[in-house]
């Protein structure tokens, strides 16, 4: 029997040539459309960082949402909680769950009012095992903090964890509804708003929406579109936001290493997958 080879799967055919037109355009639209919503969101984070505090009739309800800047509220700890989250670096992957160390058990969701890029450096990362595998865990300090209709956990750092008690006045900062500070005991933790954390989602989806325009340009190719080696192109656009959105908003060296190393990993291993292919 006469084999077709795989010059004749459907699959591994070119698309049309009109269909492949209209993917590239409509690849162009979403660009231009991630890329208005970047431009939107560095306005209003420009915005919040110009923005002067409210000068109204006190701490508790000092000034209105709708107005450009930064409201204070009284609040108050109510509870604290700190714990590891580790994670498995082994073949099989995975996330090994939390480790209470004091608080509130810790083994599920955390509610925070910031990102991790830009936001509040908490804790540190630990390894252990050797060989092929490991556990990587990397300590958190929460707060729970009540203000008036809200009470929510914060992510603090170390020193603002270890000296807040129960029942002390806090102080929340807010800009449009997003917590961006809270300071305790002369303790100040910084929240990204919700206009810088979404820069890093839409750049990273301004990537991967190019990179669909390009493979409609120079391919037209599904097998090439969900080839096992455009797995990474996911990672390595992650890792473009991300340093995307530090090169618009400034980041911690720290963050910058880490980024970088993201990737640049991730672009080696689509390529060499690529190659191997």
Known sequence: MKSRGYGNVWYRRRLPHWLRGLLVLAAGGGVLLCGQQVAEGYGATMEYRDAPV??????SGDGDEGELCVRREAGTV???????????NDTSGGTTGGITTGGVTAGGGMNTAGGGIGGVAVGGVTTAGGGGGGTSCTTYYDLKVQRPGSTK???VGSETYDDARKGDHAEVRLFQGDVVELRVRGHIDSYEPSSQQAIVPWIALGCLILAGGAWALVSGRLSGLFAFF???SLFVA?????LGS????????VAWVFAMVWTGFAVFWTVDTWRDR
Do not use: I, K, Y
């Open 153 to 155: 956990w914060l992510s």
């Open 54 to 59: 409210c000068q109204g009739g006190g701490r």
């Open 230 to 232: 455009n797995f990474g």
């Open 238 to 242: 992650l890792g473009v936001g991300w």
């Open 246 to 253: 530090m090169a618009m908003f400034g980041g911690h060296p």
């Open 78 to 88: 109510l509870d604290r909680r700190t714990g590891e989250r580790c994670t498995s």
